[in-house]
C-alpha cells in the first residue's frame, strides 16, 4: 500500500470493547449478552460535541484507522482518518465499531451462547441494520455522546448512517452516507443470494455447524469473489488485469488462466481467514432486509432532522448507482434538509469510498469544518 | 430594512443588488450557485439559510469549502422533488440565457419560491445594437462575451423582452434593477444597462 508509513510515524490503536445485557432485538428476541468491539482516534473534547461515528461496510470491522501493534497496514479507512486527514483526529474524537452479527469482535453467530456454552451458529437470532444502530447508540451513551457532531459510512456503513437518521434524528448534527441506498434492489439482493448459496451449497457449512471441524472454505471464498466483481468496475478491472494470462506452469485442467482468476482466488483465499461463514449470511440478509423507511417516502422519516447531509456517489459504481443516493437527496429536497451532493468521478466502481479518497477527502474535509457555523 | 451597500464585502454590483433585494433570514436556492459566493454572502450577511444547485464539479467543491450546501443537478430539472414555498426567494442569476426551456423553470422557480430573483445580460445594451448594426454580426460585448459558435447562451433577451414576458405570464416585477459598467443606473435601461436584475412574484 502506498500509504504506509515508517515505523516511528504510525501511531498505534488497541481495540476495545463494550459489554451490556438482555439487548431486545428488532424481531421481538433477545441477545442475553453483547459484546462490542470498537476504536477511537483523537481526544473527546470537554462538553463532548466533537465525536464522529464511523460505519464500516459489509466485510469491514472496527479497526477503521492507525495500527495494531505490530501491524504493517492501516485501518480500512486510514486514508481518512488521522492527524489532519478529512475526519481529522486533531479536532474529532472518531469511533468506529464492528457491527452486531459480525466476527471481529462483536457478538455474532460466531459467539458463544451463554446459554448452551457453544457457538450459536444458526441459533443467532436474525439482526437487522437497526439493531446494529441501536447497539450503537448503547457505545456512544456509555462513552457519553449525546449528540454526534456526525455519523459517516459507505455501503453498508451508509445504510447504517441512514437507519441513524431515522432512529435517532435529534442525535447528530450532521450525516455522510456514500455510496448507498435506503433499500436493496432486486440486483442487489441477487448478488447477496449467490453469494448466500455458495456457502450452503458447501458440504462442509453444514448448516451452520461448522465451528469444531473444517469450515466451508471454498463456499466462503466463491461468496467473496462474487462480491468483490460487483465492488469493481469493468474499466478499473480492464486496466488492473487486461487479459494479461499468469506465467505459472501450472498445467492441470482449469487452474488460473488470466491475473483477473488468480486475484479473485486469491481474495477468496485472504477472506475465508478472517471472515465468518455464517456472519456472511447474517449480515448480507440484514443488508437486504433493510428499508430504512419501512416502505414510506424516505422523505416522511425526515422531517424531524436537525442535521445537515452530504451525499455522495460515485461515476463508475454499478452496484449502488447514483440513482439510489439520489433518493436520498430527493427525500431532503422535499423535507427541506439542507443537503449537498455531489457524484464524484472515479473509476474503481463501488471501492471508490475506499481506494480512490482523494476528492471524497476534501468534500468531507470541507464539510466537516462548517458543519457548525451554518444555523438551519 | 435594506443594508448599507458599502458595508458588503463584494466588488461585484450584481451580488451587491441581490443582497439589497433579500430580506433577513430568509430560506434562499441560488440556481447556478457557481463557487457559492453569493450564498456564502447572503449566510454571512443577512443570516439566510440557503441551498445551492450547481453543474460544474470544481465549482461544486468550492462551495462546499464555502460551507454552502450544493447540490450536483442541472437547472432545467433541479427544482423537481421540492415542496411548493420551500424557498422565500429563488435566485436565477446570469442563468436564465442558458436554459433550455426558461419559461418552464421560471414558472417552476415561483411555484417553489415565493419570489425569484432574475439577472441577465441585456441584449438591446446601445453597444450590442451598434455592433450588428454596423457590422452585420452577433454581438460581442462584455456581458454577452461568447462568439456564436461557443456561446453557452441558448435565449438571449432584453430588458423590454423580459417585462413583456412577466405582463404576459401575469408575473408581478416588485423590483428592477439595472447596472451599467459596474455601476447601478436607471435612465433608459433598455437602451443603456448591461445588466438587468429583477424582482418578481407569482
Redesign the interface.
Known amino acids: 500500500m502506498g500509504n504506509e508509513l515508517s515505523p516511528q510515524e504510525k501511531i498505534v490503536v488497541s481495540p476495545q470493547s463494550f459489554s451490556f445485557e438482555n439487548f431486545a432485538l428488532e424481531n421481538g428476541e433477545y441477545l442475553a449478552e453483547v459484546k462490542i468491539a470498537y476504536e477511537t482516534y483523537g481526544k473527546l473534547n470537554g462538553d463532548r460535541s466533537n465525536a464522529i461515528l464511523i460505519e464500516h461496510a459489509f466485510s469491514g470491522d472496527a479497526h477503521a484507522a492507525f495500527y495494531h501493534e505490530g501491524e504493517t497496514r492501516p485501518g480500512w479507512w486510514d486514508k481518512m482518518i488521522g492527524p489532519g486527514k478529512a475526519f481529522d483526529t486533531n479536532r474529532f474524537f472518531v469511533i468506529c465499531s464492528n457491527v452486531l452479527g459480525g466476527c471481529a469482535g462483536s457478538t455474532g453467530p460466531s459467539s458463544i451462547n451463554p446459554e448452551t456454552g457453544k457457538q450459536y451458529a444458526l441459533d443467532f437470532p436474525q439482526v437487522t441494520i437497526k439493531d446494529m444502530v441501536a447497539a450503537q447508540k448503547r457505545l456512544t451513551e456509555h462513552l457519553g455522546i449525546e449528540k454526534l457532531y456526525s455519523v459517516a459510512g459507505g455501503s453498508m456503513g451508509g445504510m447504517q448512517v441512514l437507519q441513524w437518521l431515522v432512529s435517532y434524528p435529534h442525535a447528530m448534527k450532521s450525516a455522510i452516507p456514500i455510496a448507498t441506498t435506503a433499500r436493496h434492489s432486486p440486483q442487489q439482493i441477487a448478488f447477496n443470494e449467490v453469494g448466500r448459496q455458495a456457502i450452503m451449497a458447501d458440504p462442509k457449512w453444514n448448516n451452520g455447524n461448522f465451528y469444531d471441524s473444517e469450515i466451508p472454505r471454498s463456499g466462503l471464498s466463491v461468496a467473496r469473489m462474487v462480491g468483490h466483481i460487483t465492488y469493481m468496475s469493468e474499466k478499473s478491472m480492464a486496466e488492473k488485469f487486461g487479459r494479461r494470462q499468469k506465467s505459472d506452469q501450472d498445467t492441470t485442467k482449469f487452474h488460473a488462466d488470466f491475473e483477473v482468476e488468480g486475484y479473485l482466488r486469491n481474495r477468496g483465499d485472504f477472506f475465508v481467514r478472517r471472515f465468518d461463514a455464517n456472519s456472511y449470511l447474517y449480515i448480507s440478509k440484514a443488508m437486504d432486509l433493510f428499508d430504512v423507511s419501512d416502505g414510506k417516502h424516505l422523505s416522511e422519516k425526515f422531517y424531524e432532522l436537525e442535521a445537515k447531509l452530504l451525499v455522495l456517489a460515485f461515476k463508475s459504481d454499478w452496484l449502488y448507482p447514483a440513482y439510489q443516493s439520489l433518493d436520498i437527496v430527493s427525500a431532503c429536497k422535499v423535507a427541506g434538509v439542507p443537503v449537498s451532493y455531489i457524484e464524484i468521478e472515479a473509476n474503481f466502481g463501488h471501492d471508490s469510498f475506499l481506494v480512490e479518497t482523494e476528492k471524497q477527502a476534501q468534500l468531507v474535509r470541507h464539510f466537516l469544518t462548517r458543519v457548525d457555523e451554518q444555523v438551519n | 430594512m435594506e443594508l448599507p451597500i458599502q458595508e458588503l464585502q463584494t466588488e461585484r454590483i450584481d451580488y451587491r443588488i441581490i443582497l439589497n433585494l433579500v430580506e433577513p433570514k430568509s430560506r434562499v436556492l441560488d440556481m447556478g450557485c457557481g463557487d457559492g459566493e453569493l450564498l456564502y454572502l447572503l449566510?454571512q450577511n443577512l443570516?439566510t439559510?440557503?441551498?445551492g444547485i450547481e453543474i460544474d464539479?470544481d465549482q461544486?467543491?468550492q462551495?462546499?469549502?464555502?460551507?454552502?450546501?450544493?447540490?450536483?443537478?442541472d437547472l432545467d430539472s433541479g427544482l423537481?422533488?421540492?415542496?411548493d414555498n420551500?424557498f422565500d426567494y429563488v435566485i436565477l442569476n446570469n442563468a436564465l440565457q442558458e436554459l433550455r426551456y426558461p419559461d418552464d423553470v421560471i414558472k417552476d422557480a415561483l411555484r417553489v419560491g415565493r419570489r425569484l430573483i432574475v439577472g441577465f445580460p441585456n441584449f438591446a445594451y446601445y453597444k450590442a445594437r451598434l455592433q450588428f448594426f454596423f457590422s452585420g454580426r452577433t454581438p460581442v460585448t462584455p456581458s454577452l462575451p461568447f462568439a456564436w459558435y461557443e456561446s453557452p447562451n441558448l435565449h438571449l433577451l432584453t430588458i423590454e423582452d423580459f417585462k413583456e414576458y412577466c405582463r404576459k405570464r401575469k408575473y408581478r416585477i416588485l423590483s428592477e434593477r439595472f447596472v451599467r459598467n459596474q455601476k447601478e443606473i436607471s435612465f433608459r435601461p433598455n437602451l443603456l444597462a448591461q445588466w438587468g436584475i429583477f424582482l418578481i412574484t407569482r
Open positions: 449566510n443570516a439559510r440557503s441551498q464539479h461544486i467543491m462551495s462546499v469549502e464555502r460551507g454552502i450546501n450544493v447540490l450536483l443537478g423537481t422533488d421540492f415542496k420551500s
